[in-house]
């Protein structure tokens, strides 16, 4: 069965700590994704990566960095948490494959930064 | 203009009935377009694909109009168990996926 796991389920942060979100997945996926998601707003996507040590950004990349070191693991950084950035994390994965387009999410991890 | 725009909702429909969400996209370049389920408090999976000759599973029915840029998915017969938000998704290129922000339904005993 796929798996995705993040994590916390849930996280409360103080403006301007360092925040680290592990994302790992059990399914040998070359593709990692993170998103936020916000009311009205839909999933954005933050960064993703193709490979290991390969990363891309997304839309809204500004404040997160990311890590890859190993193909199962993607890690989120907030480098100094603000409170614009509290919202839900997803994490995702999938297969390159021509036609395999089917997205895995993990359960979220809700930040609250105060 | 967002990429992709979906009407928010919610829909309110009683069980039974017939429902019909619609999704436009303002790319034209864009290659391949799904539906999405999100329960409340859970993760987004997988509904359907979307082809442009339309597809069928069970009582949910999707459509693509490369044209007009707008993609449909039609619930027919309603279930409780319908009741979440329906994301409208497209990828751009490779695994670039954008997200619509959603739909609510909520089907009413």
């Known amino acids: 069965d796929v798996k995705v796991t993040q994590s916390s389920r849930y996280l409360v942060k103080r403006t301007g700590e360092k925040v680290f979100l592990e994302c790992v997945q059990d399914m040998d996926h070359e593709n990692m994704f993170w998103y936020r998601q916000d009311p009205g707003l839909g999933l954005r996507l933050i960064y993703f990566s193709y490979d290991v040590k390969m990363k891309e950004k997304g839309d809204i990349p500004e404040g997160y960095s990311v890590s890859r070191e190993k193909k199962e693991r993607f890690s989120l950084i907030l480098e100094s948490a603000s409170t614009n950035q509290t919202s839900m994390y997803l994490c995702?994965?999938?297969?390159?494959?021509?036609?395999?387009?089917?997205?895995?999410f993990g359960p979220g991890t809700r930040l609250t930064v105060t | 203009r967002k990429e992709v725009e979906q009407d928010p909702g919610p829909f309110n429909v009683p069980e039974g009935a017939t429902v019909a969400f619609n999704c436009t996209y303002s790319n034209s370049a864009s290659q391949s377009f799904f539906w999405y389920r999100q329960d409340c408090r859970k993760e987004p999976k997988l509904l359907m694909s979307?082809?442009?000759s339309g597809n069928e599973d069970g009582r949910f029915t999707a459509q693509l109009n490369r044209a007009s840029q707008y993609i449909s998915l039609l619930i027919r017969d309603s279930k409780l168990s319908d009741s979440a938000t329906y994301l409208c998704v497209v990828i751009r290129y490779g695994q670039n996926f954008v997200f619509g922000p959603g739909t609510r339904l909520s089907v009413l005993p």
């Open positions: 995702a994965s999938s297969l390159p494959r021509r036609g395999k387009y089917e997205q895995y």
């Open positions: 979307v082809y442009s």
